[in-house]
């Protein structure tokens, strides 16, 4: 017993250090054209329009091509998904280092972005299969973490290959993709993919690879997904969230250099250590909402998320109206980062896991990134020309306090589904249970 427990134990912690590293190399991929632009520009004879044209795509191709990610995931195995999508492809991101026109980097970065789509659903169900409800926002919270630390560190090393060469662009792309292909080979020979429902309280010690063929994915089920009214609350609440968290990132070190006369280089290493805060923060919010949950299993995770999101507010409001110095504008974003993401970890992901069945959590988390994603980014889009007009300082308010604000709101209504959404699913796993035993018996 002792050794099947510690075998449990290096496997979880083999699923966090693995999909950390895939993340990481995510966020790293996220940010490398922004980061990089400057070179490629000089390189290419670009002008910003094109950067615009190929960051949109990039969008738009991850978030659509992201519930047929999802729906793979739920109907093969969750670790080859991963190897291909995450993985194999990262040669298309190696191939954006070889090319010597617009049109060439335009096509592989569309390419690589098709595959980008494929580690959020994937991981997302393979974690809720590994970690039991109890623990599942420590687990999303760190591995989370560790894809931050990819913007830091990428940011990093894209500055130091880009200042030492006319090509440096060119290997950061390279080097980038090759780490990818890395990651897909550590997913391939170091995790193993979870049996579907494995750690489900009523299923752990009783389902098997070859039991839960009976509860495969097939396309007509994903229809179970929008039953849920808790999803419909996710949905809504992740819109005002991401709109929130997606703005702050992209206007953030902006705001630092035009609104508050921060040099490029001061804003960039605050924006970085704001990130470090958002890092540690997701961590400490998942660990305290996991805790809350295990205290006040219909309520605790609305609870934490409501007390960060309120934390937040004052501190966001702070930042952007009342912070005069230096000092105070750095303590106010690292107060706001640390926090901010909380709800998404700790909360809105482990609520989603607690209420669809095991079999449709890859489908289910492409469906919330695709709706809250899309949503955020088109009122992002909107209010680019308030920002052009009345100053990133106004524009943020609203983006940034406006929809935090209404995210608060909408929290509320967890409260009145969440709990039998919770019970419905606990009643399903049951049910399963005395199905097996009967397949057993007979």
């Not at 789509?117 to 623990?135: E, I, N, Q």
């Not at 912070?323 to 690292?334: D, M, T, Y």
């Not at 919330?368 to 009345?390: C, D, M, P």
């Not at 209404?406 to 399903?428: K, M």
Request: with cysteine; net charge positive; glycine share 10%.
């Amino acid at each position: 017993m002792r050794n099947g427990g510690s075998k449990a134990k290096r496997q979880r912690f083999a699923v966090l250090a693995v999909l950390g590293f895939g993340f990481f190399i995510d966020s790293a991929e996220d940010v490398a054209l922004p980061m990089l632009f400057p070179a490629i520009r000089s390189a290419l004879g670009l002008d910003v329009a094109a950067l615009g044209l190929m960051t949109g795509v990039r969008i738009i191709f991850q978030t659509f091509s992201g519930p047929f990610w999802g729906m793979a995931a739920d109907r093969f195995s969750r670790k080859w998904v991963l190897v291909i999508g995450a993985g194999v492809w990262g040669l298309w991101t190696s191939l954006c280092g070889l090319t010597f026109s617009f049109w060439q980097l335009f096509a592989a970065h569309v390419i690589a972005c098709l595959g980008l789509g494929c580690l959020y659903p994937a991981a997302f169900s393979m974690v809720a299969d590994t970690f039991g409800p109890h623990d599942r926002g420590k687990a999303l919270g760190t591995i989370a973490a560790i894809g931050m630390l990819g913007i830091v560190v990428g940011a990093a090393i894209f500055g130091q290959l880009v200042g030492a060469s006319d090509t440096g662009w060119r290997w950061a792309f390279i080097t980038l993709g090759l780490a990818s292909v890395v990651s897909g080979v550590l997913i391939a020979v170091t995790i193993r993919d979870p049996v579907r429902g494995a750690a489900e309280p009523e299923l752990e010690q009783v389902i098997t690879e070859e039991k839960a063929i009976q509860f495969r994915f097939h396309v007509a089920d994903a229809a179970q997904i929008l039953a849920r009214k808790t999803v419909w609350v996710n949905f809504l609440q992740g819109v005002f969230l991401l709109t929130t968290i997606n703005s702050l990132v992209t206007f953030f070190p902006t705001w630092l250099v035009d609104d508050r006369h921060f040099s490029q280089s001061h804003a960039m290493l605050v924006f970085g250590c704001v990130v470090v805060s958002l890092a540690v923060g997701s961590i400490v919010g998942g660990m305290v909402a996991d805790s809350s949950d295990r205290r006040w299993p219909r309520y605790g995770r609305i609870l934490i998320s409501q007390i960060s999101i309120l934390v937040t507010l004052p501190a966001l409001y702070f930042l952007l109206i009342r912070a005069a110095s230096p000092q105070s504008i750095i303590a106010s974003a690292l107060l706001a980062g640390f926090f901010i993401d909380w709800t998404r970890r700790g909360v809105k992901q482990p609520l989603v896991q607690n209420v669809i069945p095991p079999e449709l959590r890859s489908t289910a988390m492409a469906l919330t990134e695709f709706v809250q994603g899309a949503a955020a980014s088109i009122i992002i889009i909107l209010f680019a020309g308030y920002a052009k007009r009345h100053g990133l300082t106004a524009a943020l308010m609203i983006l940034g306090c406006g929809s935090w604000t209404i995210a608060l709101i909408v929290t509320s209504l967890y409260y009145l589904v969440y709990p039998a959404d919770a019970v419905r699913l606990r009643n399903a796993m049951q049910h399963r249970r005395q199905l097996l035993a009967e397949v057993d018996i007979a």
